[in-house]
Every structure is written in C-alpha cells, then in structure tokens.
C-alpha cells in the first residue's frame, strides 16, 4: 500500500516528503499511520529501483527541500501495479481502497474494469470471519451479540460493494464500446 501511494501520489505531482507523508496519511492514516521509519526507506528503494528522483529547492527557511519526482520508469511500475494487483490488494478491504484511489490514473476502461471485476468475484465467493469446519457462519446465526455485528456490517458493506461494482463496471464497459 505504501509503494502504491507513494507512486500514485507522485504520478499527480511531484512533491517533498512531508508533504507526501501527509497525503499517504490522509488516505489510510487513521488506519495505519505511516512513520518516517516506513516512507523513508520506502522512498529510498523506489530511487535506487530508478522509480523516482529527488533534487532541492529552496525551502521556506533556510533548509532546503528534498522533492520527489516520479521518472518514466516509476510511471511504468504506477500502471503495471494498477493493472495487474497483488491479490491483496482486491481482497484486503484497505489495500483496495488504496487501489481504488489510484485506478482512475489507468488510461484504458477495460484495465479498470478487470480490476473491478477481480474485486467482484472475490465478493461473490462465500465467506465469513467465523466458520463452522468449512462452512462460512452467517450473521442470523451467530448468538454472540459483537460477532453479529461484525458479520452484519460486514454484509451491509459488501452490498453496497458489490452495487457499486457492478455499476461502475456497466458504465466503464459502455464507454469502453
């Protein structure tokens, strides 16, 4: 998730790392704050891989600023990583969402609507936080009132995944035609 918003953040417009730290937080902070002991090296591995450049300019004192810029190369990892995610990027709810932030950026209609199609399958397999052997426990089942809840909105938020999905997938595949 880190990488990914590093990438797609500085696909937008290059910045310095603060600031990008403050970005990557806005959109999964609350969830998992990011440290400069995660970005930095994060930064670092993705200069050396030739994903980004840093050069300075004058800061608002008398430090200069470090601005991160995305190369040919690190546009090319943005796309590849947008078009073909990890598998945890479509079932882990917070990387998708991650994912989902950057995946207006893929030029073509029907690289966006396999991705959400992956997403979709992946609903439409059954599942649960608890099972019974094999079997996915259902919320009317479950007599723990916390256990309920979580497999209640749980259902309520796949639902409204699962339209959302099959919605925006008509509407990329018309446009796509």
Do not use: C
């Amino acid at each position: 998730m880190l990488t990914l918003s590093i990438l797609g953040f500085l696909y937008e417009q290059p910045t310095h790392a603060y600031e990008l730290k403050r970005k990557i937080s806005g959109l999964s902070g609350h969830i998992r704050p990011v440290s400069d002991g995660a970005l930095y090296p994060a930064i670092t591995r993705l200069e050396k891989a030739g994903h980004l450049t840093r050069h300075q300019e004058p800061g608002s004192g008398a430090t200069p600023r470090q601005v991160l810029s995305l190369t040919p190369a690190g546009e090319k990892e943005l796309m590849r990583r947008l078009a073909e995610p990890a598998e945890v990027e479509i079932t882990d709810r917070n990387s998708f969402l991650t994912l989902l932030a950057f995946l207006g950026f893929l030029p073509d209609p029907a690289d966006q609507v396999r991705v959400l199609r992956r997403r979709l399958e992946f609903y439409e397999e059954p599942a649960s936080y608890f099972y019974d052997g094999d079997r996915p426990i259902r919320a009317v089942e479950m007599t723990d009132r916390f256990r309920k809840a979580m497999l209640t909105l749980a259902a309520t938020t796949k639902k409204a995944d699962m339209e959302w999905l099959r919605t925006t997938i008509k509407d990329l595949s018309d446009t796509a035609d």
